[in-house]
């Protein structure tokens, strides 16, 4: 398994966030993230997206982060917001999730960010269980869930 950094629109980044769309729409019955992601926000320096590949070259997981500063959704200057991290189902539990978040906390911390975030929500225990292993916290809520029930958010500090 190797990571690499590929466009936010690249063809296996729309692949895999089909899938990760498609999941949250199970879980939440809502359509999936209605987060408005424009693909600059995770070109350097803004960001940076990765994709996980296996020794097939098959995109097996996927992350990001784009810069965040203080504005009206409740982010703070100096915040890595972290994005549409997902592995695959035939691939979970081999530690990719782990692998992933470390590569992108390390990538968002050369760049200068302060504090990587991220929301998730409560029909998502495991990760959940996965933030709050890796040392994140819950924080006060940001972005455009932040008065959403099911919303939990995190932080940890770069």
Wanted: net charge negative; glycine share 8%; hydrophobic share 35%.
């Amino acid at each position: 398994m190797f990571i690499r950094r590929v466009p936010f629109d690249h063809p296996d980044a729309v692949k895999l966030n089909d899938e990760v769309q498609a999941e949250y729409h199970e879980r939440y019955g809502d359509g999936g993230d209605a987060t408005l992601l424009d693909p600059a926000d995770f070109e350097p320096p803004n960001g940076v997206y990765f994709i996980v590949y296996d020794a097939d070259e098959r995109p097996v997981a996927t992350g990001g982060w784009r810069r965040q500063d203080a504005n009206h959704e409740g982010n703070r200057d100096g915040d890595a917001e972290l994005k549409r991290m997902y592995v695959v189902a035939d691939v979970r539990g081999r530690g990719l999730a782990r692998r992933m978040l470390a590569a992108l906390e390390e990538d968002a911390r050369a760049a200068g960010r302060s504090r990587m975030v991220l929301e998730t929500g409560t029909k998502q225990p495991e990760a959940i269980a996965l933030y709050t292993s890796c040392g994140y916290e819950p924080c006060e809520k940001f972005g455009y869930y932040r008065f959403h029930e099911e919303s939990r958010c995190f932080a940890k500090a770069l």
